[in-house]
């Protein structure tokens, strides 16, 4: 929604920041995806739309929650903690917790730029080996000047070779692709 992503820019700003002074991106990020996926849930979205949600009470909760599964190995120490917990009762209080999957979003954008490194998904047809995957990390980073983290996803329907979505850029060079390329050169 335009709106959730515009009401979460000055949140994850705000996160991206506490972030930065700390120099613990990683953490932060574990944290708001984990409190995105439950938000992303069909019974708490439910709950959290119903009139007069106790919004407050479910924000710690969810607090608990992350705490219990992040457990040690998120954030350095306990301030920070404390912080990833008032984080979420501020959104509560601002009935602003269905917003947490465009934080996370938008964090992760702002996270991206700040450690110069860019995202891609790499969709194949079949398997792609580690060497393939370096081998491409290596030809982008060459060409973007810019550290590059793949991740791969499996699509049969591509028939063969590959698409790479890069932000908001496709390099599509799928043989599904070329044989609808191909038919629509034929048709006309």
């Not at 574990?30 to 119903?50: G, H, N, T, Y």
């Not at 959104?91 to 995202?119: H, K, M, S, W």
Request: aromatic share 4%; net charge neutral; charged share 25%.
């Amino acid at each position: 929604m335009a709106d959730n992503a515009f009401a979460a820019r000055p949140y994850a700003q705000a996160v991206f920041e506490i972030a930065r002074a700390t120099g613990d991106y990683r953490s932060w990020s574990e944290f708001l995806q984990l409190a995105a996926s439950l938000v992303m849930d069909a019974d708490l979205a439910k709950i959290l739309q119903a009139p007069g949600a106790d919004v407050e009470r479910i924000a710690v909760a969810m607090a608990d929650i992350c705490r219990e599964q992040l457990g040690s190995q998120a954030f350095a120490g306990d301030g920070a903690r404390a912080t990833a917990s008032n984080f979420l009762r501020l959104l509560g209080e601002n009935r602003r917790l269905a917003v947490l999957p465009d934080i996370a979003g938008r964090y992760e954008v702002l996270r991206a730029e700040a450690e110069n490194t860019l995202d891609v998904v790499l969709t194949s047809a079949s398997t792609v080996d580690e060497g393939q995957k370096a081998r491409i990390a290596a030809s982008l980073r060459q060409r973007l000047g810019r550290e590059i983290r793949i991740s791969v996803k499996l699509d049969p329907a591509l028939i063969g070779g590959a698409r790479l979505q890069i932000g908001d850029r496709v390099i599509d060079g799928s043989v599904r692709t070329g044989l609808d390329k191909l038919a629509t050169a034929l048709s006309v």
